[in-house]
């Protein structure tokens, strides 16, 4: 088949889109540009006008992913039903176990190009702003009262690191027990360990 030639309206998004499908389907060692520009129905060259090559692609789409998720934790934030730390933390939770479970492979791609210190700069800007997103509740929480004051990053790690892991455990769960289950691990975090 002989290449077409480059003609699509958003040729970028066509591809991100397409190779979010296929990392879900197949994983990231299977996403080939080449086939990507056949499934957008443009020449074999034509995403090497957005993208220089499969990590570029990859960076792309972890990026994407950062600032997909930020934006809805950030609507969770804006929408929860009362201005206390812990609804607020619960609608964060709610918000990022629901992507983690519905994005496990996108979420995965993108911690792992968070971690690669060849990441390009504007991944790591989306990951602060992520992080960003996730301390307001918590340094709002500890102005109020509502959680204890000190660094704020401990406290935040705990509960990302906790919800993370929720998630990586709950992916199989109905959605049902998995709302019982995080309002309950929401509270452990809240109330702690330690006896009162």
Do not use: C
Request: hydrophobic residues 45%; neutral net charge.
């Amino acid at each position: 088949m002989a290449d077409r030639p480059y003609h699509h309206g958003d040729l970028r998004a066509a591809l991100i889109a397409s190779a979010e499908r296929a990392l879900a389907e197949r994983g990231p060692s299977a996403l080939s540009l080449r086939e990507l520009a056949r499934e957008a129905g443009v020449s074999h060259a034509a995403p090497g006008r957005h993208f220089k090559d499969k990590q570029a692609l990859l960076d792309a789409l972890a990026l994407t992913g950062f600032d997909r998720l930020t934006g809805r934790l950030e609507h969770a934030l804006a929408t929860a039903e009362d201005s206390s730390a812990r609804t607020r933390v619960l609608a964060l939770a709610r918000t990022y176990v629901g992507f983690a479970i519905d994005n496990a492979a996108l979420l995965d791609l993108m911690y792992a190009r968070k971690h690669d210190s060849r990441a390009p700069a504007q991944l790591s800007a989306a990951v602060e702003r992520l992080l960003d997103t996730v301390m307001r509740p918590i340094i709002d929480g500890q102005a109020g009262g509502e959680i204890s004051g000190g660094d704020p990053w401990p406290v935040a790690v705990t509960v990302s690191a906790t919800l993370h892991g929720f998630a990586s455990l709950k992916a199989a769960t109905s959605p049902a027990k998995v709302e019982e289950s995080l309002a309950e691990v929401v509270r452990v975090l809240f109330g702690g360990l330690t006896p009162r």
